[in-house]
């Protein structure tokens, strides 16, 4: 195995994010809390500090740190909001928004991926996170309204239940379109409906599920 120092190769990674537009110190120092190494296989240690998409299994991906970046930005957290989180994964982007909620609700609808990210990041030391083994198109009613939702799955149209468990005031991110490629949708809900704005082209895989896409589509 390639020899990897984290603290050499994370900051290389920050500079990569600053350079894709990641002006938020407090997120890049987020990166540096979360080391990306101990959320993929030992196999591919040395190239978690790369600034792309790793599979960790079932045919999922932890996502590229660009986009994991550009999310958090774009929810534009202080640090007090209710964070509902779609696509748990690995449980990196989960430990990146930890940094900056009060609470943290995640939903993942892999059970082997929620349980490992769940001891993960419970070994990690994490206490503001509740995970849930799910389908997350139907977001999480127990809970809600959110402040802020991060969907990390590609919908082929804005989940009406994510919709309704957003409040007023509140924002969601969330990659819409086709199963190809995806707009990265910015939707702010205000008293007198939803105002949307896009923040460029992505790619996903997709969101399974009563509210997303169907397996066999
Ligand atoms: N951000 C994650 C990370 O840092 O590791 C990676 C998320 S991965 C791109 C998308 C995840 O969404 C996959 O783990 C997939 O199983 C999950 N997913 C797909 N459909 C889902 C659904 N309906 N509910 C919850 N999770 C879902």
Excluded at 27 to 50: C, E, N, S, T, W
Excluded at 118 to 132: C, K, P, S, T
Aim: aromatic fraction near 8%.
């Amino acid at each position: 195995m390639e020899f990897l120092n984290p603290h050499v190769a994370c900051e290389k990674l920050i500079k990569a994010l600053r350079g894709n537009g990641i002006s938020d110190e407090r997120i890049l120092d987020a990166f540096r809390k979360v080391p990306r190494h101990l959320f993929v296989d030992g196999a591919m240690y040395a190239q978690a500090y790369d600034d792309n998409a790793l599979p960790i299994g079932f045919g999922q991906t932890i996502s590229q740190p660009t986009i994991v970046a550009l999310m958090t930005q774009l929810l534009g957290l202080r640090k007090d909001e209710k964070v509902l989180e779609i696509g748990t994964g690995s449980g990196f982007q989960t430990a990146i928004l930890a940094q900056f909620t009060r609470r943290i609700y995640t939903i993942e609808n892999i059970g082997d991926l929620s349980v490992a990210a769940r001891r993960r990041l419970r070994e990690m030391g994490y206490q503001n996170i509740v995970f849930r083994h799910g389908d997350g198109s139907l977001g999480w009613a127990q809970h809600a309204p959110y402040a802020r939702i991060l969907v990390a799955a590609a919908a082929p149209v804005v989940p009406e239940a994510l919709c309704e468990q957003l409040e007023v005031g509140g924002r969601m991110v969330i990659p819409v379109g086709d199963r190809k490629q995806q707009e990265l949708v910015i939707y702010d809900r205000t008293e007198k409906g939803f105002e949307k704005r896009s923040a460029g082209t992505v790619v996903f895989v997709p969101l399974l599920g009563k509210q997303g896409w169907q397996k066999e589509e």
